[in-house]
């Protein structure tokens, strides 16, 4: 098997695939690695209840649109890991899994790329890693005296391991809301939040979110000011079990607490929550430390970069890590473009 091709592509979920489509078109010789044992993505850890902010035909990725679940308006996880694998399959996609990147180093005219599963070598090198890897817990004081059971929302499966408990749900984001939705049924629920819970008005689905994001890319493109795409609207999609709760009166949300206790969680006015478990619904970071050799990293631990191009790279581009990388380009059908663009642009270079 040759372990020298023009792309390497690390990272075997949307994103990598979305490169894969584009790099197949270009012709250029090209390997996906993926640290996942099965096709799928991050989309096949999820937890059973989460559903999809957009009907299937708006969380398509390129060439191919996912086709709708029998029954449902927004699909399930395990649909879209469904559509992933059979996406992956359809354009014959070289993915080799499971095999971990540990390194991406200099090595004279190409990039030479680590993994347990031996060396890979290529004239560029695009990093599709994602963050569902490196979850982030913040450093509330008393954390690590709680007693109880602590997990962050990669560990979330659904409330039955929790019926008749004490949970706290601590985030004021859509994950937090869909857990705090999904558990409230079952549990004694507190669902803690930084600030009053901010819905999006219930009309508004991933459909307007992708159409208020070409918007604000299109602004910028053009040289006018940034609309800011809908973070004015709000923070959570109200997602029919989401609504639901809300409407029932049942999703209410708590200020966030000062301090974690042995037995739960205390406030700064001295009120106290006990607790058989917390779940930590407090986001993400980039798992970009296969990239450290390269010493490209910023004050802020982000890669600068133009598009999708790392500044002090240009045969390394990353893809799918936020807007930072292409704007919605950490959502399903919003990897397209700077997939296509940063195909585009190894193209050019290795020309």
């Known amino acids: 098997m040759s372990t020298q ?9 949307q994103s990598g695939l979305a490169a894969g489509f584009h790099l197949r078109r270009a012709g250029l010789s090209f390997v996906v690695l993926d640290a996942e044992p099965a096709p799928g993505g991050a989309w096949q850890h999820a937890w059973d209840s989460l ?3 957009s009907p299937a035909a708006y969380s398509s990725l390129p060439g191919r649109l996912m086709p709708p679940q029998p029954g449902e308006t927004y699909p399930e996880a395990s649909h879209v890991v469904e559509y992933l694998t059979d996406y992956e399959q359809r354009y014959e996609l070289p993915v080799h899994r499971p095999v971990r990147v540990t390194g991406v180093h200099r090595d004279g005219g190409l990039l030479r790329v680590d993994s347990d599963a031996g060396e890979w070598r290529a004239r ?17 004081p008393g954390r690590e005296l709680f007693s109880g059971r602590q997990i962050h929302t990669v560990d979330y499966r659904g409330p039955g391991e929790f019926a008749g408990q004490r949970v706290i749900v601590v985030g004021g984001r859509n994950s937090a809301a869909q857990i705090a939705a999904d558990l409230v049924q079952d549990t004694h629920l507190t669902w803690v939040t930084l600030r009053e819970p901010r819905y999006l008005p219930d009309d508004i689905d991933g459909r307007v ?3 208020a994001a070409t918007a604000r890319r299109r602004a910028l493109e053009a040289g006018l000011p940034d609309t800011g795409g809908v973070s004015g609207l709000g923070d959570i999609v109200a997602v029919p079990p989401v609504r639901a709760a809300r409407d029932a009166g049942l999703l209410k949300a708590t200020p966030m607490f000062q301090r974690v206790t042995p037995t739960g969680v205390a406030w700064a006015d001295g009120m106290t929550a006990e607790a058989d478990a917390i779940i930590w ?3 993400f970071r980039s798992a970009l430390s296969h990239l450290g050799p390269l010493g490209l990293r910023g004050p802020d631990g982000r890669i600068p970069t133009r598009g999708t191009e790392a500044e002090g790279e240009p045969r390394l581009h990353l ?3 936020g807007d930072w990388t292409g704007l919605a380009s950490a959502t399903l059908i919003g990897v397209g473009r700077p997939a296509r663009e940063a195909v585009r642009a190894i193209s050019a270079l290795l020309r």
Do not use: E, K, N
């Open 319 to 321: 893809l799918g890590y």
């Open 209 to 211: 979110l992708f159409d």
């Open 281 to 283: 619904c407090t986001g």
């Open 124 to 140: 560029a090198v695009i990093s599709a890693t994602g963050s569902w890897s490196r979850p982030f817990m913040p450093a509330v």
């Open 51 to 53: 559903r999809l902010f």
């Open 5 to 13: 091709f023009d792309v390497v592509v690390i990272g075997g979920g």
